[in-house]
């Protein structure tokens, strides 16, 4: 569930050729989570876009960060508030998912439990567009196509991708239930 109302967008979505800052400015972000949570940060990972070298993408970085229970906001949520992080979505039917958002740079912090099917596709996702540069380009191209299209939320394009992302996690292995 959202906290507030979903944004609508004030303009295009802008998708940016591959940035080398990116992977430096989610070192960063790391760096603020840990010093923030300690033990508490189970694993951080660069996902999404900007963590794939070569990969057009929005200028937001994505990091999944696990923890022990994502449902015990007070253990963490405290301590990301205070590094600047912001509470945006909670999804209590999905993973038990909470995204908080990071500014300069924009930052989607995706907090899943250990284990979370979830968190283990944009692993395997992210590593197969690193080592298939076919399916990266590919995919960039239907960001760029998507981004083109007259869009009143963020969810659309994100809605927008599934079929080539589905496909793409398909080529990499994983198979429908």
Request: aromatic share 8%; proline share 7%; with cysteine.
């Amino acid at each position: 569930m959202m906290i507030g109302a979903p944004n609508r967008l004030t303009g295009p979505v802008v998708i940016h050729d591959y940035d080398p800052s990116w992977p430096l400015l989610y070192e960063r972000e790391q760096e603020r989570i840990r010093a923030a949570l300690g033990p508490l940060a189970l694993a951080v990972e660069h996902v999404g876009s900007t963590s794939v070298p070569g990969l057009a993408a929005k200028f937001l970085i994505d990091v999944d960060l696990i923890v022990a229970d994502p449902t015990d906001e007070d253990a963490y949520v405290p301590a990301l508030v205070a590094a600047g992080y912001v509470l945006r979505v909670r999804e209590p039917d999905w993973y038990e998912h909470r995204l908080l958002k990071g500014f300069a740079p924009e930052v989607n912090l995706h907090v899943f439990g250990p284990d979370c099917d979830e968190h283990l596709r944009h692993l395997i996702f992210r590593d197969w567009l690193r080592s298939h540069p076919e399916d990266r380009d590919r995919y960039a191209a239907e960001k760029r196509r998507i981004a083109a299209l007259p869009l009143e939320f963020m969810a659309q394009y994100a809605d927008q991708k599934t079929d080539v992302v589905v496909d793409i996690l398909r080529r990499a292995g994983l198979t429908a239930r």
